[in-house]
């Protein structure tokens, strides 16, 4: 399955993503603790990724910065989300620490939340690949 090259909103991408995590199966095997907020920050754009129980339950899209709470973020240029989200990655960008190697991808916030959920967050980036960039 290959990346949609459509071009969409920024609230349709954020249904699509959702959509796609909620009925992936090996999230939903993992996922009955994996329950955060996340800023997925796109630059273009910024998503707030609420999960309960491993199922995303708000994505909010462009929030204000006092608008919707999260614990941590995940930074990262349009470009290098573009490239993340390629069928086929390149070299440095096929994982969140690859891309944070080239300093281009900023990790912040509660980092432990992070790594507890690291497996599950793992795969809903993967997922990028078949729902496509954020931006």
Known sequence: MTAPTLTRTAQQWADAFA????EDPEIQAH???????YLLDATDHAFVIRVESG???????DPGPLDVRYQFAIRASAETWRNFSKPEPPPMFHGIWAASFQRDMR?????????????????QL??????????
């Open 126 to 135: 993967e997922l990028l690949r078949t729902v496509g960039s954020p931006v």
């Open 19 to 22: 959509k796609a995590s909620n």
């Open 55 to 61: 199922r995303v339950v708000q994505v909010a899209v």
């Open 107 to 123: 990790l912040e916030g509660d980092l432990l939340v992070l790594m507890q959920n690291l497996r599950c967050i793992t795969r």
């Open 31 to 37: 996922g009955k603790d994996f329950t955060c907020s």
